[in-house]
């Protein structure tokens, strides 16, 4: 595997530990990406990373340039991405600081630039989105996470919201109905968008809290954060393990 790209979310606005040899702005028809192209070695092997919110985390969910990251990225070389995210649990098994490599997902978004096949069409084009991850790249994250001391799910199914509110208990208890496990704000139309550029893309969800009405205590911004550090020390050992047992990652 070459090209391969790590998209930060909430909670990883730069990658610790990367090597950085040089950044890259880049322009696209769609615009420009939520931040530079950051690239370095991470493990010894060659990574690109991005921070979706921007380098500041400054730009909520329904604002990012969706298109403009997932286009700069192919145009870098980039052919594998694992898209980092900060969720909230449904599934009640699932505890903050656990991770979830997510397998399917339901979008609830609405009003976001989904495709870039839209405009000035020779004809229409549909992607085939029964599996929306790559599952090559999803069990490679699987393998990894075996590997190292953290709480994993290999399956669940990622509901996507708006933003950037977060939920009221009944749209948490009407996502739990659809099958939802996870919910979070990116994912779509990141993976779609990935999926349309012919790009392997899959996810390393975060919890970050408990889902409105799942949590017998108020929820604040500051137990998110402070879940969050628990969460991204393990999604910086899964990567780690990642990359270490992928020996065609170039260096």
């Given amino acids: 595997m070459t090209g391969v790209a790590i998209i930060g979310g909430t909670g990883l606005t730069a990658l610790p530990g990367l090597e950085i040899s040089h950044q890259q702005t880049i322009q696209t028809p769609f615009g420009e990406p939520s931040a530079a192209a950051v690239f370095g070695l991470y ?9 979706r919110h921007g380098s500041n985390h400054t730009l909520p969910p329904h604002k990012i340039n969706y298109r403009a990251n997932i286009w700069g990225l192919k145009e870098l070389g980039v052919t594998h991405i694992v898209a980092v995210a ?23 978004t609405w009003g976001r630039e989904s ?38 799910y290999n399956h669940g199914v990622y509901g996507v919201t708006q933003g950037p509110r977060l939920e009221t208990i009944a749209e948490i208890n009407r ?74 990652i170039t260096k």
């Fill in 175 to 248: 996502m739990a109905r659809d099958g939802c496990d996870i919910v979070g704000m990116t994912a779509m139309p990141e993976a779609a968008l990935a999926r349309e550029l012919g790009l392997c893309y899959a996810a390393c969800a975060v919890v970050a809290n408990e889902a409105a009405g799942r949590c017998p205590i108020e929820l604040t911004m500051a137990e998110i954060e402070r879940n969050l550090v628990t969460g991204m020390q393990n999604v910086r050992s899964l990567l780690t393990k990642w990359l270490e047992l992928d020996t065609t």
């Fill in 86 to 108: 900060a969720v909230g649990s449904i599934l009640e098994t699932m505890r903050p600081g656990d991770l979830v490599i997510p397998d399917q997902l339901i979008d609830y």
């Fill in 115 to 152: 495709s870039f096949f839209s405009d000035n069409l020779t004809e229409v084009t549909h992607i085939d989105f029964t599996h929306p991850y790559c599952e090559d790249l999803r069990q490679q994250l699987i393998h990894a996470a075996r590997q190292v001391e953290c709480q994993t």
């Fill in 43 to 51: 493990d010894g092997k060659s990574v690109i990373f991005l921070a």
